[in-house]
Structure formats: C-alpha cells, structure tokens
C-alpha cells in the first residue's frame, strides 16, 4: 500500500472499529442488562400478549439508551486519539510556516506519529523545502558576498587611476590607458561569467546548436593562445580525431579557452595535453598539465562558484574563481558534464563530456 493511502485506510478502519465496539457494547449490555432483569425483577417477564409487539417496552428504551450512551463514549475516545494523532503534526506545520514567513528559516516542524504516512510525508516534504530554502538564502549571502568582493579590486583601482588623472596626479600615458583596459576587460569577463553560471542555475542558458567540425574548433582555440602559453613555458600538444556533431561551437570553444587559461595560470610550465576523442556518439576533450594537481577536499568543490584552493594566489594572478563553473554550466547545457581526476602527466585533467544532442552525427 502506498504511503499516500495509509490515512484514509487508518480513518476507514477506526471508524469500523468505533462501529464494531458499539456493538459489541450494546451486545454485552443487552446479556448483562437482561439477565440482571430477567433474575432480580421476574414478576415483570411473565409472559403477556403485548398490544403491539411491534412497539418497545420501557426496558428496551432504558437498554437502548445505555447502549448508545457507552457508544458514544467509546466513539469520543477513539476520535480524540485519532484526531490528536493527525493534528499534532499539521499544528506544527501551521506554527513553523508561520515563523518561516516571518523569517525564521530554521523552523523545522515534528511529524509526531509516524504510523500517519501522509502527515509524515508532509511534514518531511515541509523540513526538505525549509532545509532547501534556508540552503538557497545562505548560498545568495554568499553569492553576494562573493561578487562584491570580485568587482571591489577592479573597482577601487579604477576609481584611484580615473581620480589621479583628474587630479594630475597621473600623466596621461598608453601604459595606464591599457592597464585601465585591463580592469574593464576583466570586470566585463566576470560579468560574463555570472551571467552564464547564473543563466545555468536556473536552466535557461540557451545554446546555439549547429553541425560543428569540433576538431576544428579544437584546434583553432588552441592556436588562439598558442603563443601566450608558449610565452609562459608550456609546450601545448593537441591530438583530435575529426568529429562532426551538433553543438554551440562558440560554447565549446569558451570552455577549452578556460581550461587553457586556468592551466596557464595555476599550472607549472612544462607540458599541456589536449586530447579530442570520440565518446559513445558524443564526444570527450580533456585538458592535462604537469602539475602540481590538487588535493582530494578541494577537488570535490573545484567546479563550484568563486572556489580557489589559494585564494590569495588566485587573486595574484587575476583568476575569478568563475572559469571552471562556466566550464560545467556549458557542459551540462549540452547534457553532458565536466570532471576532474589526476592526470598521467602528473597534474590535473579536466574532462568535458558532451553527449550527441541529435539521434545522428552530421555527416
């Protein structure tokens, strides 16, 4: 029996009970009240030829009354115990909605007699949505906490260079012209960044699916920061294998750019693999350094939001702590998802798994 049905069952079967204890009642009165006439008062049931033997004597009205009165008893104690049963948690769920709405997220209400299964399962329901929005208003202030932390470096360096311009403190120059760029490029990326990952959280990041040569996309990406790596000591090596799927190719190409970037700015220099392989009918790209990888806690929440291993490194070298979310946004956009294990070069790899979003390749 499913657990939706137990209350009704439950009530059925007190009420049947209620039924078959009235008369049970009336049946040993009758025997108890009878016999006691029948013994103490015989002079009364001497056999007599009634007017209308249809109508009852006065003894069968005073045993009906009896009767119905310990029913009625029997009745009210059971329907107290059954209502008690079944209010104590819907009480609970009323008095906790209330301080839910006025703020208090930790309410949580008590399901009381679990033997109830649709008041147990809706008090579990209530706790789960309480947990869950009380998990969603901390992970806000944390969001918010985060973002304002993120815009407050760029900010404050361009609101300290535009007053010294106004002042003469600074002289015009091409150097702080481009380092002011950098700033504005970097707030706009975050920007970027958010928006995705947001539009993600929510499930209305839209993609542009086309027939794609994802080899090529992999290797124009690739060929875009070939020289900013080469320039930083890592020697890139790309083996693909050609592939034609539909995909958001600017997507793909984002996430291979960002886990080029987070190796470029977290790995040692040395050797950076990427490899392009035909998955099932999809496809997998892994990214893989030399290291030096990082530590089994951190590599659980790598993929969450503003998560940095060494925050003050991150922030040393610009990194936002966004890159890698984007990375999973994208691929769970396309059905797919984005891992990390350790790589045979003796670093990290980053895995992007997306699956054939069409029954067939494009050929």
Same mark, same amino acid.
């Given at each position: 029996m499913?657990?939706?049905?137990?209350?009704?069952?439950?009530?059925?079967?007190?009420?049947?009970?209620?039924?078959v204890?009235?008369?049970l009642?009336?049946?040993?009165?009758?025997?108890?009240?009878?016999?006691?006439?029948?013994?103490?008062?015989?002079?009364?049931?001497?056999?007599?030829?009634?007017?209308?033997?249809?109508?009852?004597?006065?003894?069968?009205?005073l045993?009906?009354?009896?009767s119905?009165?310990?029913?009625?008893?029997?009745?009210?104690i059971v329907?107290?115990?059954?209502?008690k049963?079944?209010l104590?948690?819907?009480?609970?769920?009323a008095?906790?909605?209330?301080?839910i709405?006025?703020?208090?997220l930790?309410?949580?209400s008590?399901?009381?007699?679990?033997?109830l299964?649709?008041?147990?399962?809706l008090?579990?329901?209530?706790n789960?949505?309480?947990?869950?929005?009380?998990?969603?208003?901390?992970?806000?202030t944390?969001w918010?906490?985060a973002?304002a932390?993120?815009?407050?470096?760029?900010?404050?360096?361009?609101?300290?260079?535009?007053?010294?311009?106004?002042?003469?403190?600074?002289?015009?120059?091409?150097?702080?012209?481009?380092?002011?760029?950098?700033?504005?490029?970097g707030?706009?990326?975050?920007?970027?960044?958010?928006?995705?990952?947001?539009?993600?959280?929510v499930?209305? $990041?839209?993609l542009?699916?086309?027939?794609?040569?994802i080899?090529?996309?992999?290797q124009?990406?690739v060929?875009?920061?070939?020289n900013?790596?080469?320039?930083?000591?890592?020697?890139?090596?790309?083996?693909?294998?050609?592939?034609? $799927?539909?995909?958001d190719?600017?997507?793909?190409r984002?996430?291979?750019?960002?886990?080029?970037?987070?190796?470029?700015?977290?790995?040692?220099?040395?050797?950076?693999?990427?490899?392009?392989?035909?998955?099932?009918?999809?496809?997998?790209?892994?990214?893989?350094?030399?290291?030096?990888?990082?530590?089994?806690?951190?590599?659980?929440h790598?993929?969450?939001?503003?998560?940095?291993?060494?925050?003050?490194?991150?922030r040393?070298?610009?990194g936002?702590?966004l890159?890698l979310?984007?990375v999973?946004?994208?691929?769970?956009?396309?059905?797919?998802?984005?891992?990390?294990?350790?790589?045979?070069?003796?670093?990290?790899?980053?895995?992007?798994?997306?699956?054939?979003t069409l029954?067939?390749?494009?050929?």
């Open positions: 499913s657990r939706r049905a137990r209350l009704s069952f439950q009530i059925v079967v007190s009420m049947g009970l209620v039924s204890i009235t008369m009642i009336a049946f040993v009165i009758g025997l108890i009240f009878y016999g006691l006439y029948y013994t103490f008062w015989p002079q009364f049931t001497e056999p007599a030829v009634p007017e209308n033997p249809y109508i009852p004597d006065p003894a069968d009205y045993f009906l009354l009896i119905v009165l310990f029913g009625l008893v029997v009745a009210v329907a107290l115990r059954l209502a049963r079944i104590v948690p819907l009480n609970s769920l008095e906790n909605a209330r301080r709405a006025t703020g208090d930790t309410a949580r008590v399901p009381g007699d679990r033997s299964g649709e008041t147990a399962l008090v579990d329901d209530f789960a949505m309480a947990e869950r929005l009380e998990g969603m208003t901390s992970e806000m944390a918010n906490a973002i932390h993120e815009l407050r470096t760029p900010l404050t360096i361009l609101r300290g260079r535009l007053q010294g311009l106004r002042d003469g403190v600074f002289a015009p120059s091409e150097a702080l012209f481009a380092g002011l760029l950098d700033q504005v490029e707030l706009s990326r975050l920007v970027d960044d958010l928006h995705i990952v947001t539009l993600n959280d499930g209305r $990041l839209e542009h699916l086309e027939p794609t040569r080899d090529v996309t992999v124009q990406a060929l875009s920061v070939e900013a790596l080469r320039d930083a000591g890592f020697n890139i090596q790309v083996v693909t294998v050609p592939l034609h $799927l539909y995909c190719a600017a997507r793909i984002q996430t291979l750019l960002a886990l080029l970037d987070n190796a470029r700015r977290y790995a040692v220099p040395g050797a950076v693999r990427v490899e392009l392989s035909a998955h099932g009918r999809g496809f997998l790209l892994v990214v893989e350094d030399e290291g030096p990888g990082l530590n089994a806690d951190f590599a659980r790598v993929f969450e939001p503003f998560s940095r291993e060494d925050a003050s490194r991150s040393r070298l610009g936002s702590g890159g979310s984007v999973r946004a994208i691929a769970r956009a396309h059905g797919g998802e984005a891992r990390y294990r350790a790589s045979s070069l003796g670093g990290s790899a980053f895995e992007l798994e997306i699956p054939a029954p067939g390749p494009v050929v």
